[in-house]
């Protein structure tokens, strides 16, 4: 899109058209033939949806900047409705940082000006989208449109940053120092807030159509509302899910930035490793020291006998952490090309079943077993005449046995004979 068309444009219906590329909606046939025009600068005609969005945000940033349509100092009761949707235009920018493809903005993806590595680029790009987060944060918070809850997220956010720029310089950090279930406490509260914001906006958003329906006067108020209170609360609460959205992308963006790290460094490993440069000193390296390489690790043979066919065997490993580990061969390594990782079934499911079967039945067995061992075995006499066993003489005689065994030792062990704190040390002093 070039420059005349959006300066034809006012800048709610710039920032319409650039959410519309963001979002793959466009914008209508109608609008745009009155004031856009066909694309005569091959830059442009070679630009992605994307960034062309983020051509026009920020002539737009640029252009709000110098009009002084929203300052610095001031409060949220002092911005106009008409120019809170301006506040989001940070949020816009950020949110198309990280659509944009990993190759340089507005240039060609086969050009061989692109000699960036996709991680590198994707790297950028991320870094710019936070930055444009943060400044989006910022803003929102000097309005006082956030929460406690966000708020409090947000200032995690910056502490887990400043704890991971600090460590950067000395050791590699972990993205973040909260436990998994905090992290998780956090993502449960966030969703259920930018839930309710949903919510919200969904609600005013239906108001707005009908007021539009029925042909209701801006002065006219329905439902406790007028066309510029209800505008007004709908920006604001669009402004509250763009801020929570905000702070769920720096997370991910945070986690996505250390695994760009890694990335990097490895692509600089393997370019520094096919550097013929390097190779070429490797065997300089070598010849010096009369064809041992010093990089290279120690290597040994071990012989051994078999203990059947008394063969001898020769295993070459090699010292590696102050470790024997042997050298795998080419036929070890042929034979393991297509074996799983993972252990393989040693049965079918219909010998698991069978399995299974006989154990359940041989289980049965012996509780019947047990419980008829245990129908014939002495126990109380109270117990015999539950069960319903009182006739049986010789079980009934054993089991008064047992209770007279029971009386007796009660009789030796009356209750309270143990040992009393009173009994306690020595009886002469």
């Known amino acids: 899109m070039s420059s005349s068309k959006t300066d034809s444009m006012t800048p709610s219906e710039t920032l319409a058209v650039a959410v519309g590329l963001l979002d793959n909606n466009g914008v209508s046939s109608d609008n745009a033939s009155d004031k856009q025009e066909d694309s005569s600068n091959n830059h442009h005609h070679h630009q992605t949806p994307i960034e062309k969005s983020i051509d026009i945000l920020t002539k737009l940033q640029t252009q709000l900047s110098r009009s002084g349509t929203l300052s610095n100092n001031e409060v949220l009761d002092d911005v106009a409705t008409s120019s809170l949707e301006f506040i989001g235009v940070e949020y816009h920018l950020g949110r198309a940082f990280l659509m944009l493809p990993t190759y340089q903005l507005g240039s ?250 006989a154990d359940a039945i041989q289980r049965a067995e012996q509780q019947k077993v047990a419980e008829a061992e245990a129908k014939f075995r002495p126990r109380r006499y109270e117990q015999l005449v539950k069960d319903g066993m009182e006739d049986d003489e010789k079980l009934v005689e054993a089991s008064a046995k047992l209770d007279r065994d029971w009386d007796e030792w009660k009789e030796e062990n009356p209750r309270g004979s143990g040992n009393k704190m009173s009994e306690r040390g020595d009886r002469n002093f």
Not at 192 to 208: C, D, G, I, N, T
Not at 248 to 254: G, K, V, Y
Not at 345 to 357: A, F, I, K, N, V
Request: with cysteine; charged share 30%; proline share 4%.
């Open 108 to 357: 060609n993806n086969n050009s061989n000006n692109n000699s960036a590595s996709p991680s590198i680029l994707r790297k950028t790009n991320i870094t710019r989208a936070t930055d444009y987060f943060h400044a989006y944060l910022k803003k929102v918070d000097q309005l006082d449109l956030l929460n406690e809850a966000t708020i409090k997220e947000y200032h995690t956010l910056l502490d887990m940053e400043d704890i991971d720029d600090d460590d950067a310089k000395s050791r590699p950090a972990p993205t973040t120092r909260m436990n998994q279930s905090q992290i998780r406490e956090m993502k449960i509260q966030r969703f259920q807030r930018k839930r309710v914001a949903s919510q919200k906006q969904a609600q005013f958003q239906s108001l707005l159509q009908r007021r539009s329906r029925l042909g209701l006067a801006q002065e006219e108020e329905m439902e406790g509302h007028d066309f510029e209170s209800l505008s007004r609360t709908l920006y604001i609460e669009t402004l509250r899910l763009y801020a929570e959205e905000c702070v769920e992308e720096i997370q991910s963006c945070l986690g996505e930035l250390e695994m760009l790290d890694m990335a990097i460094q490895m692509e600089r490993g393997r370019m520094i490793r096919q550097d013929p440069r390097m190779h070429s000193d490797s065997r300089n390296g070598a010849a010096d020291s009369g064809g041992l390489s010093s990089k290279q690790p120690l290597q040994m043979t071990q012989i051994t006998q078999h203990p059947l066919t008394g063969e001898l065997q020769l295993q070459t490993q090699q010292v590696m952490n102050g470790q024997l580990k042997p050298i795998m061969q080419r036929q070890e390594i042929a034979n393991q090309v297509f074996r799983p990782g993972w252990n393989q079934p040693t049965m079918t499911l219909e010998e698991l079943g069978e399995r299974e079967r």
